[in-house]
C-alpha cells in the first residue's frame, strides 16, 4: 500500500471522480441535479492535469466511518477502476487518513480527497518564492496530524516483541522501527514547519512594511471565486499585463497597480489569489501574508461569474472566506462579471434582483467598465460635504488638492489669504487635513 502514496500528484494520471452528498444537502437552497456537484472537481482535476475517465455520486444517510461511502459502495468502485483502468480515485470531500487507508485497501490504488487536490494544484502553481514556501506550508500542516493513518511503513508499532502481549503495547525494549520511523518523521516535519514560518515571517514583515507606505492611498483589492476573470479585470483597467487563463488557479501571487478610475482619483488595487468553496484551512492560513493586502483594503470588489450555473454557491463560498479572514465587515461593492456569456436573461435579471447594488461588465470586452469606474469614484469620494476653507495664497497645495479631489464653488481674495468654499468626498477630509489649513469650517454635511 506505501506505494500507492509515493506521490500526491495526479498529473496525466486516469482519474475517478466520486462525490458522497449527505441526503439533507440536497434539500437547501441551493441544492443541484444529479451530478452538478463533480462539476467543479473535474475542473479541479484537469487543473491538476488529471484524465477524468468516470464520474460517481452517491447520496448519502450518514458518513461511514471506516470508508466515507460504505464497503459496498467501495466494492463498486473496485469495479469501476478495472473497468477504466485508473489510477487514481479523487473524493469531492475531505477523508480521514483511517477512510482514506481503508479506500485503499479495497480498491488497490491511490485515493485523494479534495484537500490534497487543491494542494496539489498550488503546487504547480506556485512561482515565487514566497508562494512555494506557503504551499508547502500547507501541505506539512495538512500531512502532519495524517502520518500515522497515510504511510504504511509507519504500521508496526509492535516492534520485536511480535504477537506477545507487551510487544503489542509497545512495552520497554519492544519498540519497533515503525513506530521510531514514525517519531523521526514527526520532527523532520515539526522542524520543517519551524523553519517555513520562520521564513514567511521575514516576507510577511517586509509585505507589513511595504503596506505600511501606502497609507496615504486609497486601496482596493480584488477577490472572488477562482477562473472568475479577476486577473482580466486588472488587465482591463491598468494593463498590468497579468497571466490570463482559462483555468482554476493561474495566478497565486498579489499584484498591485496604480489605477484613475476618474479624474482626481488615484488608487492602489490589488489583484489575490482565487477562492474556492471548501478551501482548505491550511491554505487559507498560509496564504495570510498574501491576503494581507485584502485586509487593509478599504473598498473589496467581489467580481462575480454571472455565467456559472452555481454562481450562487460560488458568492457564498467567497463570503464565508472574507468572514474567515476578518473581512466581512469590509465595505464591498459587488461586480457581475463574463454577463455577455449568460445565456438566459432571466438568470441575468435574477442576479441583478438579488444584488441591486452590482455592476454589471464583462473584463474581456470592456462592458461596463465605465460604470464601474464610477462606482468606484463615488465610493473613494463617499458622501459629499460642502466646506469653507480659509489659506494663504502662497500654499498651492492646498488649492491643488481641492482642484484634483473636489469641486471649488466659490474663491475669494483677501490680502495675503483666500477663502475657498468647496464641496469634497468624505473619505477625502482627511488628506486636507493633513495639510493644515489656517482655516477649515464644515458648511453642510
Not at 290 to 299: F, I, K, S
Not at 416 to 431: E, F, K, M, T, W
Request: charged fraction near 25%; proline fraction near 3%; hydrophobic fraction near 40%.
Amino acid at each position: 500500500m506505501e506505494k500507492l502514496r509515493q506521490t500526491l500528484k495526479v498529473r496525466k494520471e486516469r482519474a475517478i471522480l466520486v462525490a458522497a452528498v449527505l441526503r439533507k444537502e440536497f434539500t437547501g437552497p441551493h441544492s443541484h441535479s444529479d451530478g452538478d456537484d463533480l462539476i467543479e472537481l473535474t475542473a479541479l482535476a484537469e487543473s491538476a492535469g488529471a484524465v477524468v475517465v468516470d464520474r460517481f455520486q452517491q447520496k448519502i444517510r450518514t458518513i461511514n466511518p471506516t470508508t466515507y461511502i460504505g464497503k459496498g459502495k467501495a466494492d463498486q468502485l473496485a469495479k469501476r477502476v478495472k473497468r477504466f483502468k485508473a489510477d487514481v480515485i479523487i473524493f469531492d470531500n475531505d477523508l480521514s487518513p483511517a477512510q482514506i487507508r481503508e479506500l485503499e485497501e479495497i480498491i488497490h490504488i491511490k485515493v485523494l480527497d479534495r484537500s490534497e487536490l487543491i494542494l496539489d494544484i498550488f503546487a504547480t502553481r506556485a512561482k515565487t518564492k514566497q508562494a512555494q514556501l506557503q504551499v508547502e506550508l500547507a501541505q506539512l500542516e495538512y500531512t502532519y496530524p495524517r502520518l500515522t493513518g497515510m504511510w504504511s511503513h509507519l504500521d508496526s508499532v509492535a516492534g520485536a516483541g511480535g504477537a506477545t502481549t507487551a510487544g503489542v503495547v509497545g512495552a520497554i525494549g519492544t519498540r519497533g522501527p515503525g513506530e521510531q520511523q514514525l517519531e523521526i518523521d514527526r520532527r523532520l516535519v515539526s522542524k520543517r514547519i519551524r523553519d517555513l514560518k520562520r521564513e514567511l515571517a521575514n516576507i510577511d514583515n517586509r509585505r507589513i512594511r511595504e503596506i505600511d507606505a501606502r497609507k496615504g492611498m486609497f486601496k482596493i483589492c480584488i477577490v472572488g471565486y477562482t477562473n472568475a476573470g479577476k486577473s482580466t479585470l486588472l488587465n482591463a483597467l491598468t494593463n498590468a499585463g497579468v497571466l490570463v487563463e482559462d483555468r482554476l488557479f493561474a495566478t497565486l501571487d498579489t499584484r498591485t497597480r496604480k489605477w484613475m478610475p476618474a479624474k482626481g482619483v488615484e488608487v492602489l488595487i490589488s489583484d489575490t489569489v482565487g477562492f474556492v468553496k471548501n478551501l482548505p484551512h491550511q491554505l487559507v492560513a498560509s496564504f495570510k501574508a498574501t491576503l494581507e493586502e485584502t485586509v487593509n483594503a478599504d473598498l473589496l470588489l467581489h467580481i462575480i461569474d454571472a455565467s456559472n450555473p452555481d454562481v450562487l454557491r460560488q458568492i457564498e463560498s467567497v463570503d464565508n472566506v472574507l468572514v474567515e479572514i476578518g473581512c466581512g465587515k469590509k465595505p464591498i461593492l459587488k461586480v457581475l462579471n463574463k454577463v455577455d456569456l449568460v445565456r438566459k436573461i432571466g438568470d441575468l435579471e435574477m442576479l441583478q434582483t438579488l444584488f441591486p447594488d452590482a455592476v454589471s461588465v464583462s473584463a474581456k470586452s470592456g462592458l461596463g467598465l465605465e460604470h464601474l469606474s464610477a462606482d468606484v469614484s463615488a465610493k473613494y469620494r463617499g458622501d459629499e460635504i460642502l466646506l469653507r476653507v480659509c489659506s494663504s495664497q502662497a500654499d498651492g497645495r492646498m488649492q491643488s488638492f481641492l482642484r484634483a479631489h473636489g469641486t471649488i464653488i466659490k474663491e475669494q481674495y483677501l490680502d495675503s489669504s483666500v477663502l475657498i468654499d468647496a464641496r469634497l468626498g468624505r473619505n477625502q477630509l482627511p488628506g486636507l487635513q493633513r495639510l493644515h489649513p489656517e482655516n477649515l469650517e464644515i458648511l453642510q454635511n
